[in-house]
């Protein structure tokens, strides 16, 4: 080789595989899209459940502007909302736990459910009736609301304290979701 031929050569901008792309630089495209891939899991978990339904009276009109609150029988919290025009109200991102229901509306007389349950990732249509009636007076339902979500398909599993404190544990939490029913081991 001449030394016209190494200055001629070095000229050339150097190139590491095809078109001049470095094997770290394609890696970067796929490492990125993993990474994102892998964080999209992230947002099906969820943590709340929700409560929502509609007021009416006793001829089944819809009542707008009735005032429904509900309380943690857990922490005491209360949490109100008004109904819509539709007489529909709606509670969401509820904490999981026993709520009871008070419903009020002027000219009604107020209606409880002492008992209701939000699950996390369910959605609970809990209707009421009011009865024309003194406002003093209260009507309280013993019925509890449904356990089964009618307004969704999602598939969801919950394990309460009880059952958390008598199950076998290993070393890492998302083995409690193999025994959750029809979830199957990657193995």
Not at 81 to 109: A, K, L, M, Q, W
Not at 139 to 156: M, N, Q
Not at 169 to 183: G, H, I, T
């Amino acid at each position: 080789m001449h030394l016209s031929q190494c200055a001629s050569n070095s000229r050339q901008p150097l190139r590491n595989g095809r078109n001049g792309v470095s094997r770290f630089q394609r890696a970067i495209p796929f490492f990125l899209s993993v990474v994102l891939l892998s964080t999209l899991s992230l947002f099906g978990q969820e943590r709340f459940g929700s409560f929502l339904g509609t007021v009416t009276d006793p001829s089944g009109a819809v009542l707008q502007g009735a005032t429904v609150t509900i309380t943690s029988k857990e922490s005491g919290r209360e949490y109100k909302t008004t109904t819509d025009n539709s007489g529909s109200y709606i509670f969401r991102s509820v904490e999981p736990g026993h709520y009871s229901f008070t419903f009020e509306e002027t000219g009604f007389s107020r209606a409880e459910i002492s008992d209701a349950r939000a699950v996390v990732g369910q959605q609970f249509k809990v209707d009421m009736q009011l009865r024309v009636g003194a406002t003093q007076t209260a009507v309280e339902v013993t019925e509890s609301a449904p356990l089964i979500d009618t307004t969704g398909v999602t598939r969801s599993n919950n394990i309460n304290a009880e059952e958390f404190a008598n199950l076998p544990k290993s070393r890492s939490f998302q083995s409690l979701a193999l025994l959750a029913p029809s979830v199957n081991s990657p193995d």
